[in-house]
């Protein structure tokens, strides 16, 4: 099973900021990276009077396309944090943005200046990336503007040898 860690904090944080640079510093280590996005709202991926769009007007409960470089499949139905998880291969780390009530690896994000207390209590975190001086007893503080430091601790906890 690929680890998955689940960035948490309150909307207006800097969450996609901060997990965009991680994915970078984790992509120059060689680290393969699965991101799992929780969007509280309603979104669409697919657009009106295209094909695939028209296949799940007709009822399909899945769609897919593919192309040489890439591809997306649209699941007309609830999905599970964990069934979503089980369908990355070939990654070594999923991060996850969200997803609080499922997280077995949650990684605290906290900016002081939202004005709103931790999301979660940082000693309930693997870790904690932080603004500001936050009580995580022995887990470790990463500062928000130091995704490097979190990029290499990560390569600690997952056993994974730099790959530059």
């Not at 609080?100 to 994000?109: M, N, R, T, W, Y």
């Not at 887990?139 to 997952?158: E, H, I, R, V």
Request: hydrophobic letters at 45%; proline letters at 7%.
């Amino acid at each position: 099973m690929v680890p998955v860690f689940s960035f948490i904090a309150w909307s207006g944080t800097g969450k996609t900021t901060y997990l965009t640079a991680l994915i970078a510093a984790l992509k120059a280590r060689g680290v393969r990276v699965g991101v799992i996005k929780h969007d509280a709202h309603r979104f669409d991926l697919d657009r009106e009077g295209k094909d695939t769009h028209r296949f799940a007007g007709a009822g399909a409960d899945v769609v897919a396309i593919a192309d040489a470089e890439k591809c997306a499949v649209m699941e007309y139905r609830p999905v599970t944090f964990a069934a979503l998880c089980s369908r990355f291969t070939d990654v070594d780390v999923i991060l996850a943005e969200g997803w609080h009530e499922q997280a077995e690896k949650p990684i605290l994000v906290h900016r002081a200046a939202t004005g709103q207390p931790p999301k979660l209590n940082p000693a309930d975190c693997v870790a904690v990336v932080s603004d500001t001086p936050l009580p995580s007893g022995d887990k470790p503080l990463f500062a928000l503007d130091d995704p490097d430091a979190l990029a290499d601790w990560l390569l600690g906890f997952l056993a994974l040898p730099p790959r530059t």
